[in-house]
């Protein structure tokens, strides 16, 4: 069963309010998604284990903490999870990137795959899967699939906004996948869109609407 984390932090949901709101150019849309998925890297990344090491600092020896084991996988959903995939890396430079590319049939409201490229060693790594919206789920159970059937065994979800129907959908495809938001919403509209939400995610980042 997957669990669900919704980030409550007071400068997460001040910064999704800005994001939300339809009055937001792309350039502040842009930045303010950028810095929320930094903020969401930075608690999502809580349960990475430690090592110790030894290092000399100007006054002597320091017992000091690194992160242990591979480094971590960072997959965004083409193309609305490249809008996070800065912020993440910020936190988190040696990270790896791969993409999945998946478009939605505006007449089926189904996921088509065109691109797939991950890091090397798959199945050592563990992956956070980033787009900003879980609307129906679709898009984000097909990329992880996709990034399963080539080895992957450790995987998070990241969003920013989610529906209760695409949360649930995820849960019966990928039950081992935890989810982590900044925001659960009411519902989906008939046109698949989350409702309050904040529109399509990859228009207002690239401004293409
Ligand atoms: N999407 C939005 N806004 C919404 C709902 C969906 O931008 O309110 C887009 C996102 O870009 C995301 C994809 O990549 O649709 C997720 O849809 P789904 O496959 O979860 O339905």
Same mark, same amino acid.
């Given at each position: ?31 303010l998604v950028e810095e929320v998925a930094a903020l969401m890297a930075f608690e999502i990344t809580r349960d990475l284990s430690l090592e110790e090491t030894t290092v000399e600092t100007p006054v002597g020896p320091a017992v000091a903490n690194r992160i242990a084991g591979k480094k971590l996988g960072v997959v965004p959903i083409l193309r609305a999870g490249l809008g996070m995939t800065d ?6 430079? %040696? ?6 590319? #998946?478009?939605?049939? +505006? *007449?089926?409201? !189904? ?40 080895? %992957? ?6 969003? #920013?906004?989610?529906? +209760? *129907?695409?949360? !649930? ?41």
């Amino acid at each position: 069963m997957s669990k669900v984390f919704v980030f409550d932090h007071p400068l997460i949901q001040h910064k999704l309010s800005y994001i939300r709101d339809k009055q937001t150019g792309t350039k502040e849309f842009r930045e303010l998604v950028e810095e929320v998925a930094a903020l969401m890297a930075f608690e999502i990344t809580r349960d990475l284990s430690l090592e110790e090491t030894t290092v000399e600092t100007p006054v002597g020896p320091a017992v000091a903490n690194r992160i242990a084991g591979k480094k971590l996988g960072v997959v965004p959903i083409l193309r609305a999870g490249l809008g996070m995939t800065d912020g993440i890396l910020r936190m988190i430079p %040696a990270a790896k990137v791969g993409h999945v590319g #998946l478009y939605r049939d +505006p *007449e089926t409201l !189904k996921p088509v795959e065109y691109y797939v490229k991950l890091p090397n060693d798959v199945e050592e790594r563990d992956f956070i899967v980033i787009d900003p919206m879980l609307a129906t789920g679709g898009s984000a159970i097909d990329a992880i699939a996709s990034i399963k059937k080539r080895g %992957a065994t450790n995987i998070k979800l990241m969003c #920013l906004v989610a529906a +209760p *129907e695409g949360v !649930k959908a995820l849960n019966e495809a990928h039950p081992d996948v935890d989810v982590y938001l900044a925001a659960m919403d009411e519902k989906l509209d008939d046109h698949g869109y989350i409702v309050p939400g904040l529109g399509d995610a990859g228009d207002r980042l690239f401004g293409t609407k």
